[in-house]
C-alpha cells in the first residue's frame, strides 16, 4: 500500500493496510518521508497491534508505504517485517515486496560471497542490496538495474526520501493497482484498499511496469524490461483477494461466482441445501446454489475474531484456529441432505473436522463440492503453500480424499471451468493445479533457506 503526496500519508496507508489485513497476519509496517529522510515502524501481529494510532501519528511525511506480511520465504519475527529499511550511501530507503523471488538464493550467496552483510532471512532483501551496489545515478535507474537481475515474482513499493517506485514483475505473477486521492497517487495491492480512504481506481499497474511517484504529484511511467506471456494468480480469485476488490480488471465477486456456477454444471447433487464454508467460499456457493436451484442457507458461522487458518505460521497454531473458528447452524443443517462448496483442499485436515462438526450437527449426507481443481503441487510466488508431498490431491485421488474426509461425493472443478470462469484461456499461472511452472521453481523449497535449514519440508503438515 502506498500514498504519495498527502499530508496525512501515514494513516491513510494505516487504513488501506487494515482493509489488506487478510493479505498478511503476522507483522505490519509503514515506511514515510517528508523529503529529507525515511521513517518506520513495524511490529508483529494484526494491523490493529502493530500500527496503533500513536506509532502511526509519530510517522511525519507526504509519503508512505505500507506491508502486511504473511511469511513465504524467512521466518515469522520482526527481523523479517516489512517495510525493510536501510540506510545506505545515498541516504535511505525502504521497500515493501508482495511475491517470491526465484533466484533469490543464488544472487544473496554471491553477494555474501563478496562481503555483503544481510539483516533478514527474507528474499526481499536481495533487491535491496541490488539497489544499494548499484552505480546508477537516480533511483529510478538502480531500481531498473536491479530488477533486470531478480526473477520471480513481485510487486513492489520502494520510497526514498522524495519519491516512491512501484513496480509489477513482467509476467505479473501478484496483483498492483493505482488509485487517486485529492491529488495523491495510491498504489495497493487490490482495490479494496482504495476503497477504504475513498480513493478512485484509476488502473492496474501492467506487468513488467514501473511507476515513479513523486510528493508533488507527479508520475511517470517505463517498461523496465521486455514483453514476456502474463502469468497472473488464479488463486488469487479462488481463494487469496477479497470479493469487494478489483484484481486483474475482473471483480473478484463475479469471478468466484461464475467458479460456483460451473461447479453447479459440472457437479450438481441430489441435494436439499447448500452450504459455502465462510467467507472465501460464500459468492461461490452462491453460483452453485443458483445453477443447481438447490436452497442457498447460511450453514456456517464464521468467529471473525480467530485468524484465517491457512495463513498462520505454525501448526499449533493452525489446529487452534480450526477448532475456535466455525460454528455449524443446526437449524439449516439437522436431518438434511448438505452440498457444502469449499474453494480448496489443501491438506485435508481442516475440511475433515469441518465435516466432522457439520455431521455432528445433524446433517444426513454431506457432499463436498471444490470450487477450484485440486491443489497438486506447490507454489513459488508467492502463496505459501506446503511442500507437495503435504497436498492431499499430490498423492491421493478424488475417491480416496473422500474417503478420507468421510463425505458421502466429492467433486473438483476442472481446470477448464477454472478457466472459464475468468473468460480467457491464458494469461494466468494455475501451476498450482497443473503443476506447469511458468518460471522454474527454485532449488530450496524450503521458506527457511536463509536460516541455515535447507530441509525442504514446510513447517506446516496437517
Ligand atoms: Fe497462484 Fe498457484 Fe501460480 Fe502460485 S502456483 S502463483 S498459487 S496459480
Not at 460464500?282 to 442457498?296: E, H, R
Request: aromatic share 6%; net charge negative.
Amino acid at each position: 500500500m502506498a500514498v504519495v503526496g498527502h499530508p496525512d500519508a501515514p494513516r491513510l496507508c494505516a487504513l488501506g493496510l487494515a482493509a489488506l489485513q487478510h493479505r498478511g497476519q503476522e507483522s505490519a509496517g509503514i515506511a514515510a518521508a517528508d523529503g529529507h529522510v525515511v521513517v518506520s515502524h513495524k511490529a508483529m501481529g494484526y494491523v490493529s497491534e502493530a500500527l496503533r494510532d500513536e506509532d502511526v501519528a509519530k510517522l511525519k511525511g507526504h509519503l508512505a508505504i505500507g506491508h502486511v506480511r504473511y511469511s513465504t520465504t524467512g521466518s515469522s519475527n520482526l527481523m523479517n517485517a516489512q517495510p525493510i529499511h536501510v540506510t545506505y550511501k545515498r541516504g535511505s530507503l525502504a521497500i515493501a515486496h508482495n511475491g517470491n523471488l526465484v533466484n533469490a538464493t543464488g544472487l544473496r550467496r554471491a553477494m555474501e560471497e563478496q562481503g555483503s552483510i544481510f539483516n533478514t532471512t527474507n528474499d526481499s532483501e536481495v533487491i535491496l542490496h541490488l539497489i544499494a551496489r548499484s552505480q546508477a545515478d537516480t533511483l529510478q535507474q538502480a531500481c531498473r538495474e536491479a530488477l533486470d537481475k531478480v526473477e520471480g515474482a513481485y510487486s513492489l513499493l520502494i520510497i526514498d526520501p522524495e519519491s516512491v517506485v512501484v513496480a509489477r514483475d513482467p509476467r505479473g505473477f501478484r496483483p498492483l493497482c493505482l488509485g487517486r486521492l485529492d491529488g495523491a497517487w495510491v498504489a495497493a495491492s487490490e482495490t479494496c484498499a482504495l476503497d477504504m480512504i475513498s480513493a478512485s481506481y484509476e488502473r492496474e499497474v501492467e506487468p513488467g511496469e514501473m511507476v515513479i511517484l513523486d510528493s508533488r504529484g507527479g508520475i511517470q511511467s517505463l517498461r523496465f524490461t521486455e514483453e514476456r506471456p502474463a502469468s497472473m494468480c488464479i488463486f488469487e480469485y479462488v481463494y487469496f483477494a477479497r470479493p469487494d476488490s478489483q484484481i486483474y480488471g475482473r471483480s473478484v465477486n463475479a469471478v468466484r461466482r461464475r467458479m460456483g456456477e460451473a461447479l453447479g454444471r459440472e457437479a450438481p447433487a441430489e441435494a436439499d441445501v447448500v452450504i459455502g464454508v465462510p467467507d472465501s467460499s460464500n459468492t461461490a456457493s452462491l453460483g452453485y446454489s443458483q445453477v443447481t436451484k438447490i436452497p442457498w442457507e447460511l450453514g456456517l458461522i464464521r468467529n471473525h475474531y480467530v485468524g484465517r487458518t491457512f495463513i498462520r505460521p505454525s501448526q499449533e497454531v493452525r489446529d487452534f484456529s480450526v477448532r475456535k473458528k466455525y460454528n455449524p447452524v443446526s437449524h439449516v443443517l439437522q436431518g438434511q441432505r448438505v452440498v457444502v462448496v469449499d474453494d480448496s483442499i489443501v491438506r485435508g485436515t481442516t475440511m475433515r473436522k469441518l465435516v466432522t462438526l457439520i455431521r455432528g450437527a445433524g446433517a444426513r449426507e454431506v457432499h463436498l463440492r471444490i470450487s477450484s481443481p485440486p491443489i497438486t503441487h506447490s507454489c513459488y510466488y508467492g502463496i505459501d503453500t506446503p511442500v507437495s508431498k503435504h497436498l492431499i490431491a499430490s498423492s491421493h485421488t478424488v475417491e480416496e480424499i473422500a474417503k478420507y474426509l468421510q463425505v458421502d461425493s466429492l467433486a473438483y472443478l476442472s481446470v477448464e471451468g477454472l478457466m472459464s470462469a475468468v473468460h480467457s484461456s491464458e494469461g494466468f499461472c494455475r501451476a498450482c493445479f497443473t503443476g506447469e511452472y511458468p518460471v522454474a521453481p527454485p532449488e530450496s523449497a524450503s521458506k527457511e533457506v536463509f536460516e541455515g535449514s535447507l530441509s525442504a519440508g514446510s513447517p506446516e503438515t496437517d
